[in-house]
């Protein structure tokens, strides 16, 4: 299986600030990552497929970059409704896994 | 816009199945843009991929739930199912439904709410 790694796991900022979360894939994947957006009892949301392409209707403060191994997402500029968990998904093979999750929190 | 809503018992006794249905509103189940898939999250944990099915029928699953894994498809109802058998307190999770896009990018979304389902007797 193909492992997902982000970082940070947890992550503290302010409404305004720019914020990057890492993925890291245990091989190379080429652009097949997607990103999405967890909110507290809620399922998730699809921001980003194909490692940089923004899903319709999501924000465009919302980017992400990457291939090969390594990924991220970035906003921006935080808005209150940005904290949420965030997990990449790996679609490069069978079984489809997800990075553990990063929490982003406001400080 | 396509909605998807998980519908089955929240409470599955250890050794037996735990048996889902997810219907599908707003487009056609039998449409080629999805195949339609299983993700479940451990209460406080992460997601993981169980399977996906296509109108069709065909089927695809993570290999380390396969043998404890059916999905099945009801295009007549836009209904898609899992069983999964011989559950454990380690399946004790919220159980989503999403449409799965059938692209290269196998991307998920959108997703149902979301059912939690309790291994315990």
């Known amino acids: 299986d ?3 790694t982000q970082s940070p796991s947890s992550l503290s900022a302010s409404v305004g600030d720019r914020v990057t979360i890492t993925c890291r894939a245990s091989q190379s ?4 990552l997607n990103w999405y957006q ?17 899903q319709s209707g999501v924000p465009s403060r919302f980017s992400g970059s990457g291939s090969g191994t390594d990924f991220t997402l970035t906003i921006s500029s935080l808005q209150p409704e940005d904290f949420a968990t965030y997990y990449c998904q790996q679609s490069y093979n069978n079984p489809y896994t997800f990075g553990q999750g990063t929490k982003l929190e406001i400080k | 816009q396509l909605q998807l809503q998980e519908s089955g018992p929240g409470l599955v006794k250890p050794s037996e199945t735990l048996s889902l249905t997810c219907t599908v509103s707003g487009a056609s189940i039998s ?11 451990p209460p406080g944990k992460g997601l993981e991929w169980i399977g996906s099915i296509y ?19 009801d295009t007549s109802k836009m209904q898609f199912s899992l069983k999964l058998s011989s559950v454990t307190a380690a399946d004790t999770a919220v159980y989503y439904c999403a449409g799965h896009s059938n692209s290269a990018y196998n991307w998920f979304d959108p997703w149902g709410q979301g059912t939690l389902v309790t291994v315990s007797s």
């Open chain 1, 2 to 4: 193909i492992q997902m």
């Open chain 1, 29 to 32: 994947i080429s652009t097949y």
């Open chain 2, 55 to 73: 109108y069709s029928g065909t089927t695809y699953c993570n290999p380390s739930l396969k043998s404890r894994v059916t999905i099945s498809v």
């Open chain 2, 31 to 41: 449409s080629s843009s999805y195949y339609w898939g299983w993700i479940r999250q």
């Open chain 1, 38 to 54: 967890q909110k507290p009892g809620k399922a998730p949301k699809l921001l980003i497929y194909a490692a940089s392409t923004l």
